[in-house]
């Protein structure tokens, strides 16, 4: 898996003040038969159009509290120390099963349930819909949910004009495949953290003065006067709702060897609309398990946390308009909190296989909240060779036209 | 390959930016990389290898209790560059987001 290197506060760790403090968010959650508080049916799934969850038999519709309100998770930043962590983003315990097996209350057979993809499954004989709400050491139950709210034909139209936008260079092969209709829709996993931190930055500035032209030869050169100032900017910094991949697979974003780094553009989310977790969310959806503990991910939460801090303190450095070269850069992290979310993303996904037997996944995806959409297309390469070397033929010779006039 | 033309689509963007700059320098160079250029652009707007989150700037956050120290050093003069030397103030270290 790759890590990053650069562990701000590594050595904090493991001091007793930074033990992780829990607070449960699977309280009351039951395991087994979810029914419809009107009418008794299992047949329970989201309905996109509100938000709310929806009995399939009956049409009764209700809405799931607010997670950010049922943990009091918007409670002043400033105010957060050590490390606050939701129950459903505990350590994974590696011998805990992914594959869960429930007796069905209704029929009393087995019902088995592959938390890989999905924390509901149906009882093959009563067809009853079995869910697993209470969290086990596996990451697949998290804190919260954020529900889908661009509709699958919204989401269709969106791919097929991404898609429609880059055809002509787009290999032949995909676009005898592609059918936007094979969307699928995929709850993915992250973490949502909350970060209170003292920072402090010491560097060097440079203020413009003067800007102006002097002759080298017979050439004219620009040449900058400049006043260097010793800068130092310390101040307290909160960062809400930063969101970081919850699975090894997707925080690998080599571009060379997938494109995972299209689901990570499509962020960010309004995760401050999750809500507390409920298995019939997913039905019709799939999901993937985190399977990343805080020890993976606190790294990268915090180096992201620097970004952030370093990208906010440009505000107060209007004046050095030549920039800033920091030499130091503290960031102290005081407090932090963690949930983890299931965040919902329409995936398309082609396989695109080569003579050598290699293959690559492409990816466009959809938020399935903001619409936002990105993709990867695959390239018919020898006629983008093919058409780039007659505009390198072309542009040769108006280059050399134009070296020859002097322009 | 592939993200051999990436790279030098990255410096050939560099080229022209450069020859943006002074005038009409280095103008006839666009045209005799223009079949690299193509080949990047097409390739970068087909793949989108070089989107992200930007973290950095699209995640909320708020500064609180700001002290500045802003100490004259020195007057420099004559410089070559429109930058100051290392300028690494928006640099990102946390991008998921690798070319190899
Ligand atoms: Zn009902
Ligand atoms: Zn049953």
Known sequence: MPMDNVEPD???????????????????????????????????????????????????????????????LNGDISGLT????????????????????????????????????STQARCHWCRNTLSMNQ????????????????????????????????????????????????????????????????????????????????????????????DVYNVVREFDIQVNDLTVESSSDRLDQNTSQNSNNIINTIMPFDVENSVRYDSNYLAGFTSERRDSNLDQLSPI?????????????????????????????????????????????????????????????????????????????????????????AVQLVGTVIGLVLVVVGF | MVTDFVRMAESSQIIAASSSDDGFGGFGLVFLLSGFIFYAVIYVRYRNVDKRHNHESETESAMFNMQEANDFVASKSGLTNSKIDGANNDVVRGARRKFF
């Open chain 1, 10 to 72: 590594a050595h904090q760790q493991a001091s007793p003040q930074n033990t992780p403090d829990v607070f449960r968010t699977d309280e009351g959650a039951q395991d087994g038969l979810a029914k419809c508080a009107r009418c008794g049916a299992t047949e329970i799934s989201l309905n996109v159009a509100t938000g709310n969850l929806r009995c399939g038999f009956c049409r009764f519709e209700w809405a799931t509290e607010n997670a950010i309100e049922a943990f009091n």
């Open chain 1, 82 to 117: 050590g490390i606050l962590v939701g129950s459903g983003s505990s350590d994974i315990v590696p011998s805990t099963e992914e594959i869960l097996t429930f007796k069905c209350s209704a029929c009393g057979a087995e019902v088995v349930i592959d938390t890989n993809n």
């Open chain 1, 135 to 226: 969290q086990v050491a596996n990451g697949a139950v998290p804190d919260m949910i954020l529900p889908f709210r661009v509709e699958k034909s919204t989401a269709v139209e969106k791919i097929a004009s991404f898609v429609g936008k880059r055809k002509f260079f787009a290999h032949p092969k995909f676009r005898a495949e592609f059918n936007a209709e094979n969307v699928m829709g995929v709850y993915l996993p992250y973490m949502v953290v909350d970060i209170n931190a003292h920072a402090r930055l010491t560097g060097e500035g440079e203020h413009q003065t003067r800007s102006y032209t002097v002759k080298v030869g017979d050439k004219e050169q620009q040449r900058y006067d400049a």
């Open chain 1, 301 to 389: 939460a915090h180096t992201q946390a620097g970004d952030i801090t370093r990208h906010r303190v440009n505000d107060s450095l209007t004046f050095y308009d030549r920039g800033v070269r920091w030499t130091a850069e503290e960031v102290d992290v005081r407090g932090q909190r963690w949930v983890s979310a299931y965040l919902p993303v329409w995936l398309y996904s082609y396989q695109q296989r080569n003579s050598s037997g290699k293959s690559f996944l492409h990816y466009v995806a959809v938020n399935a909240r903001t619409g936002e959409t990105m993709g990867s297309i695959p390239l018919n390469q020898s006629k983008l060779l093919l058409v780039a070397g």
